[in-house]
C-alpha cells in the first residue's frame, strides 16, 4: 500500500510543472557604475526583469573600450556604448548593432573656466582645448570652430587622458571638450570654478543618442533582449515618478557614490533617459553617420539596418 502511494506521489510530482528558472542575461556597462545607469538598477529595485524571467547580471569593466568587443566575440549579451563609436566599430568589421537606447540626448560638452576669459567660441582662438579621445572630439571642436568662422588650426589640442577636470583646474589647457554637462561640469562648480559651457549641438554638431545599448549582430532576435528593454523601460518609468525613493536605495547600494555630486547627477539626468528605449529615430542615425563619413572616421556608409535596428516589444 505504501509503495503504491509512494509510486502514485512520485508520478504526481514529475507531472507538475517546474517553476521556471529566470533566463540569464549579463550586461556589460561602458563605464564604472554611476547615476547613467539609473533606469537599469531601478528596473532591479523593483522587480521588473523578475517580471520578464531574467536574471540580469551588470559588468562594470576595467577597460571602458572592452565591451563591444566582448559582445561582439561572444563573452557578453549586451553592452552599453555611445553613437558615435557604434559607427566605428561596425566600421571596424565588429558584428554589433544598435538594439536600444538608454539615453537619448546628448551630455558632451566642451567646457572653459570663466576665469580664461573664454566667453565665446571665437574667444578660443590661439588657445589649448585638452582632448580624450581623439577622431571623434578632433570632428567636435573642428565643426564648432568652423560655425563660428575658425578651424581647429587655430587652436592647439592636447591629450589629457581622462583628466579633463585636472588639467583645466591645473591651466594646463584653456577648455576640455568631452565634459559632461550633469557631471564633470557639476563638479568644477563643485571645486569653487565658474564653468563656461558649450554645446556641440549648437555649433552645427548634430544630435546624438549619448548612451546606447549593443547587442552581437547574429543574435539580434534573442528574445532576452526585448524583455530586457520592456523591465528598463518600466525602470524608466519607475525612476520619474520615484527619483527621491531611488535615489535613496541607490546610495544605498553604492555608499562610495552618496556624495552632493553624484545626488546632483542623479537628479540632473532623470530628464535624459529616453521614455522609449526601443524607439529608433532612424533620421538621427543616418545624420550622424553622414557627420562621421565626412569627418572620415569611417570609410563608407551604410543601410542604417547594417548598424541599428528597432524590435519590437514582447
Partial sequence: M???????LLFLLCAMPLARADDKLTVLLDWFVNPDHAPLFVAQYIGAYQ?????VKFIAPADPSTPPR???????????SYQP????????GLPVVRVGTLIDKP??????????????????KGKRIGYSVSGVEDALVGTMLQHVGLSLSDVTMVNVNFALVTSLLAHQVDGVIGTYRNFEDNELAEKG??????????????????????ANKNRVNDPRIARFLAAVQLGTAYL??????????????HPDLDNTLNKTAWFQTVSYFAPDPFRLDAERYRTYETFMFSHHLIAKQLPLSDYAVQLKQP
Fill in 51 to 55: 517580471k520578464e524571467g531574467l536574471e
Fill in 70 to 80: 566582448e559582445v561582439a566575440a561572444g563573452q557578453g549579451d549586451l553592452a552599453l
Fill in 193 to 214: 570654478a565658474t564653468p563656461v559651457i558649450f554645446s556641440p549641438q549648437d555649433y552645427g554638431v548634430p544630435m546624438d543618442d549619448e548612451l546606447i545599448i549593443l
Fill in 2 to 8: 505504501l509503495r503504491k502511494f509512494g509510486f502514485a
Fill in 240 to 253: 520619474v515618478a520615484h527619483p527621491d525613493s531611488m535615489w535613496q536605495r541607490f546610495a544605498a547600494d
Fill in 107 to 124: 551630455l558632451n560638452t566642451l567646457t572653459a573656466l570663466a576665469s580664461s576669459g573664454i566667453k565665446t567660441m571665437k574667444d578660443f
Fill in 85 to 92: 563609436q557604434l559607427y566605428m566599430l561596425v566600421d571596424a
